[in-house]
Every structure is written in C-alpha cells, then in structure tokens.
C-alpha cells in the first residue's frame, strides 16, 4: 500500500492508501520524485471543476520521477530510468486527432483531471506519455518541464520571432516561463503584474517588468516602441482587465495569444481587431516537441526552474500547499516531495 492525495470536495483534500498491481501491457509504474501544484489544480480544488472530475481524484500532471517497473511489451524503458510525464491520453479516432492535432482531441483524457494524477507514491502511466530526462537534470527542477511545455507551446502558437516586442500579461508561474522562453527566442519582453513578489522575481531573472496599477501600460509601450504597440501580446491573467490590456499595447497586425483559463466570457474590443488587423490564438497544451525543447531549456539553464520554486513540502502536506497558493503572497511554485516515501514503497 502506498500514499496518495485525493480531492473529495470543494475545498477538502485527504490522504488515503492507493493499492498499486503490477502495470499493464504498455505501461510503466513510476515513483514521483516532484510533482507541481498547478493554476487549474487550484480550479479543481476550489470545487470549479466538479462536472468533470470524479471524486475521488487523485490530482498532479507537472512531475518528474523514475521509473520502478515495466509492463509487457515496453521497450527502451528501464527501471531507475528519469522521466517527465506528458500526461495525454488520445483516442486517435476523432477529426481533431485525424487532422494531426493529438493534444487537442475532442476525447482527450488529461492524465491528472480525467483519471488519477501525479500526488501518488507510485503511478502507472502509459508509456507512450514518458519523457527521458538527462541524468544531469535535478529532479526538483525538472517537474517544471510540463508547465515550461505549456509556454515553449505558447510561443509557438503566437509565432514569436527574433527582435520582436512581446508583451505578457500576468506574472504568475505560467507567465514568466512565457516570457523566459520567448526571450530564448530572441524577443524583447515586458511582463505587466500587479503582485509586487512576481514583479521582484521577474526583475531577478533579468526580465523588464511594469506594474499596472502605478502606471499606464498603454502609454509605457507607446514609448517602449515608438508608438508602434507591441507585436504579441500573452493574456495569463485570466482577468477582464487583463485582456483589455493585451488587446490595447498591440500594434498594426500584432496577434493575441490566448493563454489562461476564462471561467466566464469576457467583452472584448473587436474594433480594436478590425482597425488594427489583430490576430487572436488560443493556446492550450503542447505536443512533444514543446516538451523535448522545454527538456533542453530546463537543462541549458534558459529557463532557472530553481529561481521559480518557492518552497518544496513533503507530499503529505500537500492541503496546507494548497491553501498557502490559494491565499497568494510570496509565493511561485510550490512542488510536493514524494522521494523519500517512493523509495521506501520500491524497496
């Protein structure tokens, strides 16, 4: 028997054994070392997600960990091997898989939401979803691979280029690795928070950082670019003051890339589209090249995960973990530490 961190309801999280049997035909059975506490975990939490999760749910998609055991039929995996996990499940059937876009199927299982998550002891996995990790990559630093895929994905979307002006609005941990990854792309980048933590932590990562509510961010990239506007802009606020925002700093054909989750529709400025010929993507997931290029970005060091981990807690502690990203504060990325108790469960 083995430990996990179940969602039972609104606002209550416990830990209860999990029974674990030797992994399946193509899957492989891991011993998270780190997992991530993530923007929608927090959604599943506060209970805002409660027609699409199953209860109990053992949450956690941003991990990194070894593998413990091999199912039947999977090769090139070996137990203490390093991994990520990518954690999509497709069915391979639908139009959307059809047309090539996997990570986006009209089915999708979302490995931490649809079915049982990461906050676990051990975990069996498809090996389809495992990612190799260098062996030179700390294993705290890599559970943040998956939320570096989301932004490496991001920039992508936005087609960012070498030289061009990039605005990101909202500082938290998806934000920032927006900007850092966009910044690896040879962009110039300016990152609009209002919590004064972030903004000292992006300005520590040697990024420019504007705070909104002391000073006009319209007119500061008026400036910034020679009354050009900017040529992207990330929302990540998830706020309507946010994407106003975004939508205001762009210039002639600059595009909008839609990162964080609305919980409700938003006005936007649709003039703003047509007089300007703005450009509006969403942005939702990756594929696996975003994740081997957020691998490579983790390990040169473009992106220091370690500067964004606020603190790590043992996994057991993972509701006071919760509530401490809920009430915000000086806070980034808080990882839960199952290592200690993983080894122990593989012995």
């Given at each position: ?26 899957e ?18 506060h ?8 209860t ?7 991990v990194?960990g ?6 039947p039929?999977v ?35 979302f ?92 300005s ?12 006009d ?10 009354d050009?506007?900017a ?5 990540v ?21 839609l990162v964080?989750?609305?919980p ?21 997931l ?8 957020a691998?490579?970005l ?50």
């Amino acid at each position: 028997m083995t430990l996990a961190v179940r969602y039972t309801a609104a606002r209550t999280l416990d830990t209860a054994p999990a029974e674990t049997s030797p992994p399946g035909p193509g899957e492989v059975e891991l011993a998270p070392a780190y997992v991530g506490i993530c923007g929608t975990d927090l959604h599943i939490f506060h209970g805002d997600m409660d027609a699409r999760v199953t209860t109990p749910a053992v949450l956690g998609h941003e991990v990194s960990g070894r593998i413990v055991r091999v199912g039947p039929g999977v090769e090139g995996w070996l137990p203490g091997d390093a991994v990520a996990v990518m954690p999509l499940r497709w069915d391979d059937t639908c139009p959307a898989c059809r047309a090539g876009h996997q990570h986006i199927c009209q089915h999708l299982d979302f490995i931490g939401i649809d079915s049982p998550g990461a906050m676990q002891q051990l975990w069996t996995v498809p090996a389809s979803t495992l990612v190799r990790l260098p062996d030179s990559l700390p294993l705290d630093h890599a559970a943040l691979v998956e939320p570096t895929a989301v932004a490496v994905h991001d920039v992508g979307r936005a087609g960012v280029r070498d030289g061009e002006r990039v605005v990101v609005v909202g500082g938290g941990p998806v934000g920032v690795l927006i900007a850092l990854v966009a910044r690896a792309a040879g962009a110039d980048v300016r990152v609009v928070e209002l919590s004064p933590h972030r903004r000292a932590l992006a300005s520590e990562l040697g990024l420019g950082v504007w705070d909104p509510a002391a000073e006009d961010v319209t007119d500061l990239v008026r400036e910034w670019t020679g009354d050009a506007g900017a040529d992207v802009a990330f929302e990540v606020s998830g706020a309507a003051a946010g994407v106003n925002t975004a939508v205001e700093v762009l210039g002639v054909r600059g595009r909008l890339c839609l990162v964080a989750i609305h919980p409700r529709p938003r006005e936007v400025n649709l003039h703003r589209f047509f007089w300007r010929e703005l450009t509006l993507v969403g942005a939702r997931l990756y594929d696996r090249s975003d994740f081997e290029r957020a691998v490579a970005l983790v390990s040169e060091g473009s992106v220091p995960a370690g500067r964004l981990i606020s603190k790590v807690v043992p996994l057991t502690d993972a509701p006071a973990a919760f509530e401490a990203l809920e009430s915000g504060g000086d806070v980034m990325k808080i990882l839960l530490d199952c290592t200690i108790e993983a080894r122990g469960a593989a012995e």
